[in-house]
């Protein structure tokens, strides 16, 4: 009842807001260039003044083409200025705006100044969130605290995404996202999502792009959404570059960057480092089985896990203005990341007669280890074309990834019985893993206020890979066991285009984007016995937004997606390295497909300020579910395995889920407070096994908080202080569990702020971190404890380096220099 009366609120809010006031129906439009060159001025700064203030009520950013149009403009006499580093500030004085009129101020001709300097100091910066008509922003590169960890670190802080202990991401509440490095695909999250996140230095991401409603341009996969991880470079001329490392009692992460640019030609390239340090983690599991004879069963299993990971990420890429309408960008990069797990188990498995009697009592010890890595490597190459009418332009992209995945491991279970000998397997799975995008886009407007998209795209993916395990016989020796030994091939084509149309109506009352994806998609799977038809996918989205005035605006969106299952979760390979929790692909899996409606207000102030509540509704069917399964014996290609609980993944009914989320930033003084609520309440209809698979209903209400301080004291040094709770959680089995965790950190800037050092303090008051979940099903009952050492201490240092150069290239005429944080939207190639 909680989630109905909060997201309810959350609507009513949002349509208040839009029967307020709307402000003035005015406009103002220009162009910048640079007086010397006659090159556009891109990302100067436009701002508005109330004759006789001293602080800009509205403004904006010049784009790549140096234009800027400011709307929702009282009438009125302004006072305008453009600036931007390296040039003298252009002021225009009583710039008069009429209600519902354009006023414009024509071409700015920006002075380049004389006086070269040795370095700049860029004061100005982007706020933490930033908050667009199509996607949320979280500037990484602007958080003290997000700079010591890694990726899955930074995406802790990012509004509407939850992350687990284990690294698990969530979107809305919906683990089912797809995720983008710059923009592009990439093999490295194919293998191992958590793994590929903590092998990404925080100090290397720029930026995260949230988008929760994603237009007919983008892949229609992923029902949860998309995160798209920027990585930091430079648009800017001369040689720059920065150093950044980390050292600490859990986590070491280091990265480097070195950008190049002259005339029409730039080079960037990095390498970054991340290591975690040995981490080990307390397990405690006990179960309780009914069997059909009427006796019980109990396990109990009590041990540690030594957990180590490690890995790198290296880039290098180019960018060629080969005219002034034509672009070229080629890059390439190299990324490997790995992990180690080495445990011991202590097992007692009892039996209890009808009359509660012991029957039996056995005791054993699993020694288990595991190991995992991956070498990736990601090739683009993109080309992209504008043509003489502004906003006509033709892309080209085409992107290849991959990657060489290797699992080894083994299992050992020694008994206290003389009479039983030892068990035991161990493996050995090499597989590939490539993936080719090639996509071709055109934008043409047709009017100023009316523009139309379209594109075709071919996605092209090939995985092999090769089991290859062994057995531990009775006289101690591991010999190849060939019912569990063999080769598989996934083969998955996905033919897509997209047709899609940008307006403004009722004289710019109403920004309206529309569009419509098709992919068809051809599955070939060399799994004895499946056969995986090819299906077609009819994707509409919409977006309606209106600007109430220059500080806020409103947004309904409404998307379709689908979630296709990945080889892993096809794969009908039995992983044994626990005989007592054997988990399992599942081959004939069927698309997952979701509908899926958002509903925001935005609002900004002077003080910089900003707030904004959202609301959203999500419908999946044939929702892909693990499920779990218990078994007293359970015989796996001529194998016999007592006492099992077996987990695959499942096209389990429906799920709804409707949420919320609230972020506030507010400044006070040099204070300032940072939060973000996420609440959600999430519906499951699926057939119930244990009661004949009448229709079972679960109802599950979990929410997240987290709060974020930081404090601009004298002499460049600031402190921060960040706190995250997610609530436990209802699954269709059992409870999800509860998480919290909190750092400090400090920071102090010197050498004219080219050079900082921090300290940065993880749950330091906590040595675990304590999981509790549940597990239910037809005739057995599991409790976990798994309690994760997450307490660590670190310090942080950086430098930059190098010259900036903001004046334009004079050989250089007529270049469109383009740059900012946006996905290069290509084909959908999201």
Not at 281 to 293: E, V
Not at 642 to 664: D, K, M, P, W, Y
Request: glycine fraction near 8%; proline fraction near 3%; aromatic fraction near 10%.
């Amino acid at each position: 009842m909680r989630s109905y009366i909060l997201s309810v609120s959350f609507i009513l809010l949002s349509f208040c807001t839009f029967a307020q006031n709307t402000g003035g129906k005015g406009k103002l439009i220009g162009k910048v260039i640079d007086a010397t060159t006659q090159q556009p001025v891109d990302y100067a700064t436009v701002s508005v003044f109330k004759q006789g203030s001293t602080s800009p009520f509205n403004g904006i950013s010049t784009d790549e083409k140096g234009t800027f149009n400011i709307q929702s403009i009282a009438a009125g006499d302004y006072r305008v200025t453009v600036d931007f580093l390296g040039y003298k500030k252009y002021i225009v004085e009583h710039v008069i705006v009429k209600d519902g009129g354009i006023a414009t101020i024509g071409t700015v001709l920006l002075q380049p100044n004389q006086n070269q300097l040795k370095g700049v100091d860029i004061i100005a910066k982007a706020p933490i969130i930033e908050n667009r008509i199509d996607k949320m922003v979280f500037n990484a590169q602007n958080d003290l605290t997000a700079q010591s960890g890694a990726a899955i670190d930074v995406l802790k802080k990012v509004p509407q995404v939850t992350v687990d202990i284990d690294g698990n991401v969530e979107l809305q509440g919906n683990a089912n996202i797809r995720f983008l490095i710059n923009g592009k695909p990439s093999s490295i999250f194919g293998a191992s999502l958590a793994d590929a996140l903590q092998a990404i230095p925080g100090s290397q991401i720029k930026s995260i792009e949230v988008i929760t409603s994603p237009g007919a341009k983008y892949d229609a996969a992923g029902t949860g959404g998309i995160i798209n991880i920027i990585l930091k470079d430079s648009k800017v001329s001369g040689i720059n570059g920065s150093v950044n490392l980390t050292a600490g009692t859990r986590q070491e992460n280091g990265s480097f960057n070195l950008n190049a640019r002259k005339g029409n030609f730039g080079v960037n390239a990095f390498f970054s480092g991340n290591a975690m340090l040995n981490t080990r983690a307390l397990n405690t599991n006990k179960r309780t089985s009914s069997n059909p004879d009427g006796s019980r069963s109990e396990l109990f299993q009590d041990g540690y896990a030594d957990t180590k990971r490690s890995g790198y990420q290296s880039g290098l890429s180019f960018n060629w203005s080969i005219t002034p309408k034509d672009d070229l960008t080629a890059s390439v990069g190299f990324d490997h990341f790995g992990n180690s797990n080495k445990g011991i188990t202590n097992q007692e498995e009892s039996l209890y007669g009808i009359s509660g009697a012991l029957l039996n009592d056995l005791n054993s010890v699993r020694n288990s280890e595991s190991r995992f890595s991956a070498y990736s490597t990601d090739l683009s190459l993109n080309y992209k074309k504008t043509f003489a009418k502004e906003g006509q332009e033709l892309e080209f992209l085409i992107t290849t990834s991959s990657s060489k995945n290797t699992v080894n491991y083994f299992q050992r279970q020694d008994y206290d019985a003389p009479m039983m000998t030892a068990t035991g397997t161990r493996g050995y799975n090499p597989g590939r893993d490539r993936e080719t995008n090639i996509s071709l886009d055109y934008t043409h407007p047709v009017t100023k206020n009316f523009s139309l998209e379209g594109g075709a795209k071919v996605v092209l993916e090939n995985l092999t890979n090769i089991i290859n395990t062994d057995t531990l016989d009775a006289a101690g020796n591991y010999l190849n066991n060939a019912n569990q030994t063999y080769g598989f091939n996934y083969k998955r084509n996905i033919y897509a285009g997209y047709i899609s149309t940008t307006a403004s109506l009722f004289k710019n009352f109403l920004d309206v984007k529309l569009g419509l994806r098709n992919e068809y998609t051809t599955t070939n799977a060399n799994f004895p016995g499946v056969v995986i038809p090819g299906y077609n996918t009819v994707a509409p989205s919409a977006v309606i937004s209106h600007k109430l005035d220059a500080t806020q605006s409103i947004k309904l969106s409404y998307s379709f997606r689908i979630e296709r299952p990945d080889y892993g979760e096809v794969n009908p390979f039995y992983n044994i390295s626990d005989p007592h929790n054997i988990s399992t692909g599942n081959p004939n899996l069927k698309p997952e497909k979701s509908n899926s409606v958002e509903l925001g207000y935005n609002r900004s102030f002077n003080s910089g300020a900003n707030f904004y509540v959202g609301s959203f509704y999500r419908h999946n069917k044939d929702d892909i579910q693990q499920y779990t399964t218990q078994f007293d014996t359970l015989v796996v290609n001529g194998d016999r395995y007592t006492n099992v609980l077996l987990s695959q993944r499942a096209n389990r009914g429906t799920q709804s889920t409707l949420g919320g989320n609230i972020f506030a930033s507010v400044p006070v003084g040099k204070l300032n407070l940072r939060s973000n609520i996420f609440i959600a309440n999430r519906w499951n209809t699926a057939p119930d096994p244990a009661n004949n698979n009448a229709i079972q209903r679960v109802s599950a209400f979990n929410y997240r908080i987290n709060l974020n301080a930081n404090y601009q004291f004298p002499n460049n040094f600031m402190a921060e202080i960040f706190g995250n709770y997610n609530s436990s959680a209802r699954t269709l089995q059992g409870t999800r569990p509860q998480f919290f965790w909190y750092n400090f950190a400090v920071r102090k800037q010197f050498w004219d702020k080219k050079a900082s050092i921090g300290l940065v303090a993880n749950n330091p008051f906590n040595k675990y971190v304590d999981q509790y979940s549940t597990t239910t099903g037809v005739s057995f009952n599991q409790e976990s404890l798994r309690q994760m050492p997450l307490r660590s201490f670190g310090i942080t240092l950086s430098y930059k380096f190098g010259k900036l150069d903001f004046a334009k290239d004079k050989e250089k005429e007529g270049r469109d220099n383009n740059g900012g944080t946006d996905i290069p939207e290509s084909g959908g190639g999201k």
